[in-house]
Protein backbone atom coordinates (compact mmCIF):
# COMPACT_ATOMS: atom_id res chain seq x y z
CA UNK A 1 0.00 0.00 0.00
CA UNK A 2 1.19 3.72 -0.70
CA UNK A 3 1.71 5.67 2.51
CA UNK A 4 0.78 9.24 3.33
CA UNK A 5 2.42 11.67 5.35
CA UNK A 6 1.39 14.75 6.32
CA UNK A 7 3.23 17.18 8.32
CA UNK A 8 2.34 18.86 10.61
CA UNK A 9 0.29 16.67 12.49
CA UNK A 10 -1.04 20.04 13.75
CA UNK A 11 -0.92 23.44 13.92
CA UNK A 12 -1.91 27.03 15.36
CA UNK A 13 -2.58 29.63 13.20
CA UNK A 14 -4.31 33.45 13.46
CA UNK A 15 -7.16 34.95 11.27
CA UNK A 16 -5.59 36.26 8.30
CA UNK A 17 -2.49 34.02 8.46
CA UNK A 18 -1.53 31.86 5.08
CA UNK A 19 -1.01 28.21 6.04
CA UNK A 20 0.59 25.53 4.18
CA UNK A 21 -0.14 21.51 4.89
CA UNK A 22 2.00 19.16 3.32
CA UNK A 23 1.83 15.57 2.22
CA UNK A 24 4.30 13.25 1.01
CA UNK A 25 3.53 10.01 -0.70
CA UNK A 26 5.93 6.64 -0.19
CA UNK A 27 6.12 6.30 -4.17
CA UNK A 28 4.94 8.79 -7.42
CA UNK A 29 1.48 9.28 -7.81
CA UNK A 30 1.42 11.76 -10.06
CA UNK A 31 -0.96 14.13 -9.88
CA UNK A 32 -3.74 11.44 -8.14
CA UNK A 33 -3.91 13.45 -4.98
CA UNK A 34 -6.80 14.80 -3.42
CA UNK A 35 -7.51 16.89 -0.03
CA UNK A 36 -10.53 16.76 2.17
CA UNK A 37 -11.78 19.54 5.02
CA UNK A 38 -13.57 17.74 7.91
CA UNK A 39 -15.23 19.48 10.53
CA UNK A 40 -15.57 17.94 14.12
CA UNK A 41 -18.76 16.28 14.30
CA UNK A 42 -18.98 16.82 10.49
CA UNK A 43 -18.18 14.88 7.13
CA UNK A 44 -15.11 14.74 5.22
CA UNK A 45 -15.47 17.42 2.20
CA UNK A 46 -13.62 17.48 -1.39
CA UNK A 47 -11.79 20.55 -1.46
CA UNK A 48 -9.21 19.75 -4.72
CA UNK A 49 -8.67 16.57 -6.86
CA UNK A 50 -5.62 16.04 -9.52
CA UNK A 51 -3.55 17.68 -6.58
CA UNK A 52 -4.53 21.55 -7.87
CA UNK A 53 -7.90 21.31 -9.56
CA UNK A 54 -10.55 23.03 -7.16
CA UNK A 55 -13.64 21.03 -6.37
CA UNK A 56 -16.99 22.63 -7.55
CA UNK A 57 -18.03 25.30 -5.09
CA UNK A 58 -14.68 25.71 -2.71
CA UNK A 59 -13.43 29.13 -2.72
CA UNK A 60 -10.12 30.07 -4.31
CA UNK A 61 -8.20 30.48 -1.12
CA UNK A 62 -7.65 27.01 -1.44
CA UNK A 63 -4.86 25.71 -4.12
CA UNK A 64 -3.03 22.85 -4.24
CA UNK A 65 0.06 22.24 -6.09
CA UNK A 66 2.56 19.25 -6.19
CA UNK A 67 3.64 15.89 -8.31
CA UNK A 68 5.11 12.78 -8.25
CA UNK A 69 5.44 12.50 -3.91
CA UNK A 70 5.36 15.58 -2.48
CA UNK A 71 2.06 18.13 -2.16
CA UNK A 72 1.27 21.20 -0.50
CA UNK A 73 -2.11 22.51 0.49
CA UNK A 74 -2.07 26.30 0.87
CA UNK A 75 -4.99 28.17 2.39
CA UNK A 76 -4.59 31.88 1.41
CA UNK A 77 -5.78 33.93 4.30
CA UNK A 78 -7.25 31.79 7.61
CA UNK A 79 -10.77 32.20 8.32
CA UNK A 80 -12.70 31.58 11.16
CA UNK A 81 -14.47 28.81 8.74
CA UNK A 82 -11.52 27.59 8.03
CA UNK A 83 -10.69 25.69 11.65
CA UNK A 84 -10.86 21.99 10.89
CA UNK A 85 -9.04 19.10 10.10
CA UNK A 86 -7.83 18.53 6.59
CA UNK A 87 -6.45 14.90 4.99
CA UNK A 88 -5.00 13.94 1.75
CA UNK A 89 -5.37 10.94 -0.07
CA UNK A 90 -3.76 9.19 -2.81
CA UNK A 91 -5.82 7.72 -5.32
CA UNK A 92 -3.81 6.13 -8.42
CA UNK A 93 -3.99 2.50 -6.82
CA UNK A 94 -5.79 0.16 -4.95
CA UNK A 95 -6.17 0.75 -2.01
CA UNK A 96 -7.04 4.16 -1.48
CA UNK A 97 -5.42 5.70 1.21
CA UNK A 98 -5.24 8.57 3.26
CA UNK A 99 -3.00 10.84 5.32
CA UNK A 100 -3.24 10.82 9.43
CA UNK A 101 -4.83 14.42 9.07
CA UNK A 102 -3.36 18.22 10.13
CA UNK A 103 -5.52 20.04 12.41
CA UNK A 104 -5.45 23.38 11.99
CA UNK A 105 -6.57 25.26 15.49
CA UNK A 106 -7.03 28.96 16.02
CA UNK A 107 -4.00 30.38 17.61
CA UNK B 1 -27.81 18.80 -6.09
CA UNK B 2 -26.06 15.46 -5.53
CA UNK B 3 -26.89 14.17 -1.91
CA UNK B 4 -26.04 11.10 -0.15
CA UNK B 5 -28.43 10.19 2.83
CA UNK B 6 -27.53 7.60 5.30
CA UNK B 7 -29.63 5.75 7.67
CA UNK B 8 -29.27 6.39 11.24
CA UNK B 9 -27.36 5.87 14.13
CA UNK B 10 -27.53 2.36 15.66
CA UNK B 11 -26.31 1.02 19.11
CA UNK B 12 -25.75 -2.75 18.93
CA UNK B 13 -24.56 -5.54 20.96
CA UNK B 14 -21.07 -8.09 20.66
CA UNK B 15 -22.39 -10.89 17.95
CA UNK B 16 -26.01 -8.80 16.75
CA UNK B 17 -25.94 -8.57 12.79
CA UNK B 18 -26.43 -4.75 11.15
CA UNK B 19 -27.18 -3.12 7.70
CA UNK B 20 -26.56 0.29 7.42
CA UNK B 21 -27.80 1.86 4.17
CA UNK B 22 -26.75 4.88 1.74
CA UNK B 23 -29.42 6.57 -0.58
CA UNK B 24 -28.18 8.86 -3.47
CA UNK B 25 -29.97 10.97 -5.07
CA UNK B 26 -29.17 14.23 -7.67
CA UNK B 27 -27.28 12.06 -10.32
CA UNK B 28 -27.53 9.11 -12.10
CA UNK B 29 -26.75 6.35 -9.31
CA UNK B 30 -26.25 3.51 -11.58
CA UNK B 31 -23.34 5.33 -13.21
CA UNK B 32 -20.83 5.82 -10.13
CA UNK B 33 -19.29 3.74 -7.65
CA UNK B 34 -20.49 4.34 -3.92
CA UNK B 35 -17.58 3.63 -1.65
CA UNK B 36 -17.40 2.89 2.40
CA UNK B 37 -14.45 4.25 4.71
CA UNK B 38 -14.65 4.07 8.64
CA UNK B 39 -13.61 6.52 10.71
CA UNK B 40 -12.92 5.12 14.96
CA UNK B 41 -13.34 7.53 17.16
CA UNK B 42 -10.35 9.90 16.99
CA UNK B 43 -8.97 8.55 13.97
CA UNK B 44 -8.43 8.94 10.74
CA UNK B 45 -10.25 7.51 8.00
CA UNK B 46 -9.76 4.17 6.29
CA UNK B 47 -11.02 2.41 3.23
CA UNK B 48 -13.70 -0.23 3.50
CA UNK B 49 -14.52 -0.98 0.17
CA UNK B 50 -16.20 -0.28 -3.20
CA UNK B 51 -19.51 -0.86 -5.18
CA UNK B 52 -20.58 -0.17 -8.81
CA UNK B 53 -24.12 0.39 -8.18
CA UNK B 54 -25.10 -0.58 -12.29
CA UNK B 55 -23.54 -4.41 -11.43
CA UNK B 56 -22.55 -4.02 -8.26
CA UNK B 57 -18.91 -5.01 -8.96
CA UNK B 58 -17.53 -4.58 -5.89
CA UNK B 59 -13.98 -4.69 -4.56
CA UNK B 60 -12.87 -4.82 -1.09
CA UNK B 61 -9.65 -3.39 1.20
CA UNK B 62 -7.85 -6.38 2.38
CA UNK B 63 -8.15 -5.03 5.47
CA UNK B 64 -12.24 -5.16 5.39
CA UNK B 65 -12.28 -8.49 3.09
CA UNK B 66 -14.92 -11.30 4.92
CA UNK B 67 -15.30 -8.73 7.61
CA UNK B 68 -18.34 -6.99 6.17
CA UNK B 69 -20.68 -6.79 3.09
CA UNK B 70 -21.29 -4.36 0.59
CA UNK B 71 -24.21 -4.46 -1.70
CA UNK B 72 -26.65 -2.10 -3.68
CA UNK B 73 -30.03 -2.27 -4.67
CA UNK B 74 -30.27 0.34 -8.24
CA UNK B 75 -34.13 0.36 -8.20
CA UNK B 76 -33.84 2.55 -4.97
CA UNK B 77 -30.50 4.11 -5.78
CA UNK B 78 -29.21 2.80 -2.48
CA UNK B 79 -26.04 0.89 -1.09
CA UNK B 80 -25.40 -1.05 1.61
CA UNK B 81 -22.85 -2.31 4.46
CA UNK B 82 -23.43 -4.92 6.66
CA UNK B 83 -21.95 -6.83 9.52
CA UNK B 84 -22.77 -10.67 10.34
CA UNK B 85 -21.53 -11.07 14.09
CA UNK B 86 -20.55 -6.73 15.07
CA UNK B 87 -17.36 -6.65 17.48
CA UNK B 88 -16.60 -3.84 20.43
CA UNK B 89 -13.79 -2.79 17.52
CA UNK B 90 -16.41 -2.04 15.06
CA UNK B 91 -17.35 0.99 16.84
CA UNK B 92 -16.99 4.11 14.84
CA UNK B 93 -18.14 6.46 12.13
CA UNK B 94 -19.05 4.76 8.47
CA UNK B 95 -19.06 7.59 5.51
CA UNK B 96 -20.44 6.61 2.03
CA UNK B 97 -18.84 8.46 -0.92
CA UNK B 98 -19.24 8.97 -4.42
CA UNK B 99 -16.87 7.55 -7.05
CA UNK B 100 -16.64 8.28 -10.57
CA UNK B 101 -16.16 5.10 -13.03
CA UNK B 102 -13.07 5.05 -15.51
CA UNK B 103 -13.50 2.61 -17.87
CA UNK B 104 -15.26 -0.05 -15.37
CA UNK B 105 -13.04 0.86 -12.56
CA UNK B 106 -13.66 3.17 -9.50
CA UNK B 107 -11.42 6.75 -9.89
CA UNK B 108 -10.89 6.10 -6.05
CA UNK B 109 -11.71 10.36 -5.69
CA UNK B 110 -14.19 10.63 -3.58
CA UNK B 111 -16.41 13.45 -4.96
CA UNK B 112 -19.42 13.22 -2.69
CA UNK B 113 -20.03 11.89 0.87
CA UNK B 114 -22.72 11.37 2.90
CA UNK B 115 -23.52 12.48 6.45
CA UNK B 116 -22.24 9.22 8.55
CA UNK B 117 -23.58 6.79 10.53
CA UNK B 118 -22.51 5.86 13.94
CA UNK B 119 -21.95 2.68 14.86
CA UNK B 120 -21.95 2.04 18.57
CA UNK B 121 -21.17 -1.71 19.57
CA UNK B 122 -21.14 -2.71 23.50
CA UNK B 123 -22.26 -4.90 25.77
Known amino acids: DIQMTQSPSSLSASVGDRVTITCRASQDISEFLAWFQQKPGKAPKSLIY???SLQSGVPSKFSGSGSGTDFTLTISSLQPEDFATYYC?????????FGQGTTVEIK | EVHLEQSGAEVKKPGESLKISCKGSGYSFSNYWIGWLRQMPGKGLEWMGI????????RYSPSFRGQVTISADKSINTAHLQWSSLEASDTAIYYC????????????????WGQGTLVSVSS
Open chain 2, 51 to 58: IYSGDSTT
Open chain 1, 89 to 97: QQYISYPPT
Open chain 1, 50 to 52: GAS
Open chain 2, 97 to 112: ARSRDRSGYPTYYFDY
